[in-house]
Every structure is written in C-alpha cells, then in structure tokens.
Nanobody
C-alpha cells in the first residue's frame, strides 16, 4: 500500500507561484502513475497533472502552460510547480498514486492511493 504525503500548503495572491511536494515510495512497482488532483469549493475532483514511471506527463487544459509536474525517482518526491495562479486554482490538492499503471491517466477514479491533501488558497 502506498501512502502519499503532501507538503507545501499555502496562500498566494493572484499571478503568484506555489510549489507542492509529495513523498511516495513506488519502488515496489514495475510501473506507476502519480499525480495531483484537486477539489475546488463546490466542485468535484479534477486531475491537475500526472506523470508515469516512463516520465510521460499529462496536464489538464487549465494547467497547461502554467503548472509543471516532475518527479525525482532517487528520493521518491513528486513536485508540482504552479505559476501564474488565479483564484480559480483555490482548492484542496491531493497527491494520488497507482501502481502497475502506465499512461499517466488523468482519471481520478483510477487512483487508489491518496494523500491527506494540502490546502491552496489564491486571493485576488
């Protein structure tokens, strides 16, 4: 069982930047997908960005050009760099992982291992 642990909770002003980190050991799996999924107030869960064990990355449309996902396999750390943020980016951000996965799926329902979440607030 993988237990992702997020860090980097914060509040920023519009057009500011924030960096989130997630520690998750996936060494037991020959392949995996891991990424960030957010839940904004009054909305469902939307994938933000994902990466798989081959390094393939996927971004939701709202994240393209502003957010960058990366993973350091040596220390099992996933990072989401968020730039040019807007109040619409406010929400709870979850790190989610799935072993034996390829394709960096953006479907939240396919991830079985979730962190506790970290709150991100962007003020105008």
């Amino acid at each position: 069982q993988v237990q992702p642990v997020e860090s980097g909770e914060g509040a920023v002003q519009s057009v500011g930047s924030l960096r989130l980190s997630c520690a998750a050991s996936l060494d037991a799996y020959g392949s995996f997908c891991i990424g960030w999924i957010r839940q904004s107030p009054g909305k469902g869960r939307d994938a933000v960005a994902t990466i798989d064990s081959t390094g393939l990355t996927r971004y939701s449309e709202f994240a393209k050009g502003r957010f960058t996902i990366s993973r350091n396999n040596a220390n099992n750390t996933l990072v989401l760099q968020m730039n040019a943020m807007s109040p619409d980016d406010t929400g709870m951000y979850y790190c989610a992982a799935q072993g034996w996965c390829l394709g960096a799926t953006l479907l939240p329902a396919l991830y079985n291992n979730w962190g506790q979440g970290t709150q991100v607030t962007v003020s105008s």
